[in-house]
C-alpha cells in the first residue's frame, strides 16, 4: 500500500490476487467506492494483471471553495476545516 498527498491524495493498493474469507462481505464494493470518490470528485482506477490486483484511489484534497480542504475522518463539521490551520 502506498498513499501520496499533495493537491491531491492517491492511494494504491496491490495484492497477489489470492481470496481470502467468503467475499460475502454485504458492502457496496468497488461500485460503492468509485460512487463516494465521484461525490468527492475523484477516481477509482482497478487493474489486474498477472495474477496481481491493483486499486487507485484518487481524491482531490482541494475544493472548489475557496480556503476550505477536507479533513481525514468526517467528523461534526461535515469533514471541511478553515485552511487558514
Do not use: I, K, Y
Given at each position: 500500500m ?13 495484492n ?7 467475499g ?6 468497488i ?7 465521484a ?10 494483471r ?7 484511489a484518487?481524491?482531490p ?17 461535515g ?7
Open positions: 502506498r498513499l501520496s498527498v499533495g493537491d491531491t491524495a492517491v492511494l494504491e493498493m496491490e497477489d490476487g489470492v481470496r481470502t474469507g467468503s460475502g462481505s454485504g458492502g457496496s464494493g461500485t460503492g467506492l468509485r460512487e463516494r470518490l461525490a468527492l470528485g475523484g477516481t477509482v482506477t482497478v487493474q489486474s498477472g495474477g496481481r490486483f491493483r486499486l487507485t484518487e481524491v484534497l482541494v475544493t472548489g471553495r475557496a480556503g476550505t480542504r477536507p479533513v481525514a475522518g468526517t467528523g461534526a463539521g469533514g471541511l476545516r478553515d485552511g487558514r490551520g
